[in-house]
């Protein structure tokens, strides 16, 4: 935040932040961030892909000017989600088909639209509206969506406490993001590590054969995995929870890490 503070001025036109990291987990401070550069007189533009499954969105009181996620991070296929303030779709110049009209949405739409995509997004939302409803809330749709998704970032933060708890016992493996139990809500259950005895990709070859599933690399980000010098080595293993795993499968994983650790000395 210092860093952002140093760089923000009255030149700045816009800023351009992720709202978590899929490498780390980590949750940008979005609403501070928003203010101090509305301060300066800039719009703010929010990547909220990686948070999108993991906790409720209102960009009224996130105060952006825009925000795009993807429905393939909550459960959906893969279509894309955009959200700005209506002046901003109104008056930004953007590629478009000459036939199509300079009205919303139509100027923001290129030729047919994916139905079939969208209608699994719906599906998607259905499915996630349902998890309330199965849990006894009953309201209207907006209110229950943002029911479900809070009760779904209670329980993965319940989920990261169990993780990182049991990785603390691991020794050879270093954590990359937020560890302090404290601090949960600042991060989502996504956690990466690296292990200096293999390499991340090692690591995830070695848990595929036990059928647990892990991703290796940089995750695209790899500004981040440069700066934390892990890019040379192959990057992290990336250990992603969600709403519907539990302590008995990160049981799982933590054995066989810890059989990994002690296999490679």
Same mark, same amino acid.
């Given at each position: ?117 969208? #209608?699994? *997004? &719906?599906? $998607? ?5 349902? =998890? @309330?409803?199965?849990?006894? /809330? ?56 690296? #292990?200096? *005895? &293999?390499? $991340? ?5 070695? =848990? @595929?054969?036990?059928?647990? /599933? ?52």
């Amino acid at each position: 935040m210092e860093s952002f503070r140093r760089q923000l001025s009255e030149r700045t036109r816009w800023v351009a932040v992720g709202c978590a990291s899929n490498a780390t987990g980590t949750i940008n401070d979005v609403a501070t961030i928003t203010r101090l550069a509305h301060d300066a007189g800039a719009k703010v533009f929010l990547d909220a892909v990686h948070y999108a499954p993991h906790g409720p969105i209102d960009v009224q009181a996130l105060g952006c000017d825009g925000l795009a996620c993807s429905a393939y991070k909550f459960f959906g296929p893969h279509v894309g989600v955009l959200w700005a303030r209506r002046s901003l779709l109104e008056e930004l110049p953007v590629y478009k088909l000459r036939p199509a009209a300079d009205s919303l949405p139509d100027r923001w739409m290129i030729g047919t639209q994916n139905h079939e995509g969208i #209608a699994g *997004v &719906a599906a $998607a939302v259905d499915y996630l509206h349902d =998890l @309330a409803v199965h849990g006894g /809330y009953r309201g209207d749709r907006r209110s229950t969506l943002r029911t479900a998704m809070t009760a779904i970032q209670a329980y993965e933060r319940d989920l990261s406490r169990h993780l990182l708890t049991g990785l603390a016992k691991l020794p050879r493996y270093q954590v990359w993001g937020i560890t302090d139990l404290d601090r949960l809500g600042q991060r989502v259950p996504t956690v990466s590590v690296t #292990a200096a *005895v &293999a390499s $991340a990709e090692t690591l995830a070859r070695q =848990l @595929a054969e036990k059928e647990i /599933y892990a991703w290796n690399g940089n995750m695209y980000a790899m500004n981040l995995s440069e700066r934390l010098g892990v890019e040379s080595a192959g990057g992290f293993l990336r250990l992603g929870l969600v709403h519907y795993n539990t302590p008995a499968e990160i049981d799982t994983v933590l054995g066989v890490l810890a059989e990994l650790a002690a296999a490679h000395g």
